[in-house]
């Protein structure tokens, strides 16, 4: 694992060092006396390429935590349905049976014509009726209260039905919106990138999130917490060198909480979709006690996150263009360490 100590930088933080044009050329020059270090020219397009990997991987947490409320709405409203559908063919049922009791007792004269009241097209008007009949008997009224309850879960079956409809419809707007904030400001860092020359787009992709290595107090060889950690340890070893892809959870391509939650659904584990739901998804474990199949998620608001596999580094998947990889857990600011 030495061979990936020092890894490309991932495009969210802010903390690589540029190189100082003029302090290269005075090197080249063999120039002896010091010469004041400056800003290299494009340091102000990476730092905005920076900031737009930054917030675009916020709105793609965003996107997956509204694409997975809008997965859960769907299922309750085909659940709903299915419930409607259900009662419906209770309250049809009802209905047949006590028309075929109705008119088996008209045509034998037993009862009062005013039944025929009761076969109205509104359900309401129908049970309001049943309570003028004298003649009714026992049996039919058991029956009509039975389906008065029957229509009334039937009513209340469609309002959750409309209720959950209207929630997914809100749902899929809040995705939509997400996605074009995703695709917008990852098109403005892709224009930014591709106006810096190629040797700056190398040297940016070569740099480290942050310069730093390591953290002090961090065992390099631990082994993981568990079996199933060491299987989600696996897993997430089996996905190096796969693409990021914003919104996907594998195998072919994940973005960084996707990448978490592939990998320990592959040990039988459920995670939750998004980065700040799995720093929550297990026990909290300082960042010195780190474990290899830990989850280390970062920034304020843990809208980043990776597996700590040792030896003071963490697989993620960094951002668009670069591939699930090796970096230093040290590589942005860590705002937990979680053990599912």
Excluded at 145 to 156: F, K, P, S
């Amino acid at each position: 694992m030495g061979s990936h100590r020092r890894l490309a930088q991932s495009g969210f933080d802010r903390g690589a060092c540029a190189l100082s044009v003029l302090s290269v050329a005075a090197a080249a020059l063999g120039a002896v006396s010091a010469v004041p270090a400056t800003a290299a020219p494009h340091d102000g397009t990476r730092a905005e390429v920076d900031r737009l990997y930054e917030e675009a991987e916020k709105a793609t947490e965003a996107y997956n935590k509204a694409d997975e409320r809008s997965g859960a709405l769907r299922r309750q409203l085909g659940d709903a349905q299915d419930r409607v559908a259900r009662q419906q063919e209770r309250v049809n049922d009802l209905r047949e049976e006590l028309g075929s009791l109705a008119g088996a007792q008209y045509r034998s004269g037993g009862l009062d014509p005013s039944l025929a009241l009761l076969f109205s097209d509104d359900p309401e008007e129908y049970l309001a009726k049943a309570s003028v009949l004298d003649r009714i008997t026992a049996h039919q009224a058991g029956e009509l209260r039975e389906l008065q309850g029957a229509l009334r879960e039937l009513h209340q079956e469609r309002s959750e039905a409309g209720h959950r409809l209207a929630e997914l419809e809100k749902s899929r707007e809040a995705v939509a919106g997400h996605k074009r904030t995703v695709e917008r400001k990852l098109a403005r860092a892709r224009q930014l990138l591709a106006s810096l020359p190629s040797g700056e787009r190398a040297a940016y992709d070569r740099a480290s999130r942050s310069g730093r290595e390591d953290l002090p107090g961090l065992s390099g060889g631990a082994v993981p917490a568990s079996g199933r950690a060491a299987a989600a340890l696996a897993a997430v070893r089996s996905a190096l060198g796969k693409p990021y892809v914003w919104g996907a959870n594998g195998p072919s391509g994940f973005d960084c909480s996707g990448l978490m939650q592939w990998s320990y659904a592959q040990a039988g584990v459920a995670l939750p979709r998004t980065s700040q739901a799995q720093a929550h998804a297990g026990r909290r474990v300082p960042l010195s006690q780190a474990r290899p199949g830990d989850i280390v998620t970062y920034r304020s608001d843990a809208s980043h996150v990776g597996m700590y596999v040792g030896n003071g580094q963490v697989i993620h998947a960094p951002y668009p263009g670069a591939p699930v990889r090796y970096d230093p857990v040290g590589m942005m600011p860590v705002s937990s360490v979680t053990r599912p």
